[in-house]
T-cell receptor, first 115, second 112 residues
Framework: NSKVIQTPRYLVKGQGQKAKMRCIPE?????VFWYQQNKNNEFKFLIN????????QIDMTEKRFSAECPSNSPCSLEIQSSEAGDSALYLC?????????????FGHGTKLSVL | QQKVQQSPESLIVPEGAMTSLNCTFS??????FAWYRQHSGKAPKALMS????GEKEEGRFTIHLNKASLHFSLHIRDSQPSDSALYLC????????????FGKGTSLTVIP
């Protein structure tokens, strides 16, 4: 069973609404990633953190998403104004560090449907 | 931007068969190559990884890397119905940020 906990499992929003999802990384993992997996199984990297610091993010994330990983609280990813194209599975993953050989541990994801 | 492509898109094999999955990448500076498996409705899970050219075997699974050809593969010996899943290859080029680039996956079905 996955030790990366994502909530909620399913999220349904109307266009223009905010959509917020949360992730508790595996204990002791300082690096957290968010990926978007669309219906064609394409993975899109969104953002990653080391502890509370953003390491990298794509333009879309910077412009339309709000993301944070506060200490002692779940990480969160929030779409400020949902669009139909945002419908996807949002996967959170964590790892031990920034070394190349660190495998990612994924959560089950939050499936977002934007109506 | 790294391009990672997988083939075939889907595969159906009988139980006991050898299964071969392929992954090509575009950045010759890539340094880490991995396979993940995602059962339907479940979290992707790391299977195997490799850094240097050659082969690595773990149980029924073998990963093979040829950096010069920009290609690596996963071979599953004695395929089982429980191996039915989406197989994703992943590549890291930038060791500074551990940014994985994933392929679109190969959907494997093993028929009893």
């Amino acid at each position: 069973n996955s030790k990366v906990i994502q909530t909620p499992r399913y999220l349904v929003k109307g266009q223009g609404q905010k959509a917020k999802m949360r992730c508790i990384p595996e204990k002791g993992h300082p690096v957290v990633f968010w990926y978007q997996q669309n219906k064609n199984n394409e993975f899109k990297f969104l953002i990653n953190f080391q502890n509370q610091e953003v390491l990298q993010q794509i333009d879309m994330t910077e412009k339309r998403f709000s993301a944070e990983c506060p200490s002692n609280s779940p990480c969160s990813l929030e779409i400020q104004s949902s669009e139909a194209g945002d419908s996807a599975l949002y996967l959170c993953a964590s790892s031990l560090g920034r070394q190349t050989n660190e495998r990612l541990f994924f959560g089950h994801g939050t499936k977002l449907s934007v109506l | 931007q790294q391009k990672v492509q997988q083939s075939p898109e889907s595969l159906i094999v009988p139980e006991g068969a050898m299964t071969s999955l392929n992954c090509t990448f575009s950045d010759s500076a890539s340094q880490y190559f991995a396979w993940y498996r995602q059962h339907s409705g479940k979290a992707p899970k790391a299977l195997m990884s490799i850094f240097s050219n050659g082969e690595k075997e773990e149980g029924r699974f073998t990963i093979h890397l040829n950096k010069a050809s920009l290609h690596f593969s996963l071979h599953i010996r004695d395929s089982q119905p429980s191996d039915s899943a989406l197989y994703l290859c992943a590549v890291i080029a930038d060791t500074g940020y551990q940014n994985f680039y994933f392929g679109k996956g190969t959907s494997l079905t093993v028929i009893p």
